[in-house]
T-cell receptor, first 116, second 107 residues
Framework: EAQVTQNPRYLITVTGKKLTVTCSQNMNHEYMSWYRQDPGLGLRQIYYSMNVEVTDKGDVPEGYKVSRKEKRNFPLILESPSPNQTSLYFC???????????????FGNGTRLTVT | LAKTTQPISMDSYEGQEVNITCSHNNIATNDYITWYQQFPSQGPRFIIQGYKTKVTNEVASLFIPADRKSSTLSLPRVSLSDTAVYYCLVAGGKLIFGQGTELSVKP
């Protein structure tokens, strides 16, 4: 089944403890991206990647890192999480390497992160 | 970068047609317009996409005027299961979602 898989689905951690949220897609998509979703703010893009070893900042990249060493994986890294990073996170992919002009995004089911 | 504006919420009744309009005044020549549906605790799901004029699929229609500064998602004969948040997205390298429209369908 074609899908985007995120892990974990739920994560509770403490301030400053490094964490990684994994994202994997099995559709051989070029484009992958991360979003956070907060009440009243909708979906905001954190980082995106148009191909292996190519990443770029979205609207809200502060406090996050990403890497794209393989086409299928795009982990989101929080080196020193803070409470304001408590949010619902989504990973998405698209077959269009030019950052999605005419190809829909496929989203994972989300990771709910709580930082205390 | 194109920014989108949608109504925050809308109410409807089962069997009615619902039209949700999205404003995107700064849309670029290469940008497509895509609509997504999101249920609680799930990722957004693709509904329909278009570039200009009208597009129709089995679940919705998308109307885009000639100037492309807005678009309207039309859901025919909504049911309770259409209660969700609907997002308009104008595409580019950086993808900017609007705040979404929370549609509530009542019996």
């Amino acid at each position: 089944e074609a899908q985007v898989t995120q892990n974990p689905r739920y994560l509770i951690t403490v301030t400053g403890k490094k964490l990684t949220v994994t994202c994997s897609q099995n559709m051989n998509h070029e484009y992958m991206s991360w979003y956070r979703q907060d009440p009243g703010l909708g979906l905001r893009q954190i980082y995106y990647s148009m191909n292996v070893e190519v990443t770029d900042k979205g609207d809200v990249p502060e406090g996050y890192k990403v890497s794209r060493k393989e086409k299928r994986n795009f982990p989101l890294i929080l080196e020193s999480p803070s409470p304001n990073q408590t949010s619902l996170y989504f990973c998405a992919s698209s077959p269009n390497p030019q950052g999605y002009y005419n190809s829909p995004l496929h989203f994972g089911n989300g990771t709910r992160l709580t930082v205390t | 970068l194109a920014k989108t504006t949608q109504p925050i919420s809308m109410d409807s009744y089962e069997g009615q047609e619902v039209n949700i309009t999205c404003s995107h005044n700064n849309i670029a020549t290469n940008d497509y317009i895509t609509w997504y549906q999101q249920f609680p605790s799930q990722g957004p799901r693709f509904i329909i996409q278009g570039y200009k004029t009208k597009v129709t699929n089995e679940v919705a229609s998308l109307f885009i005027p000639a100037d492309r500064k807005s678009s309207t998602l039309s859901l025919p004969r909504v049911s309770l299961s259409d209660t969700a948040v609907y997002y308009c997205l104008v595409a580019g390298g950086k993808l900017i979602f609007g705040q979404g429209t929370e549609l509530s369908v009542k019996p």
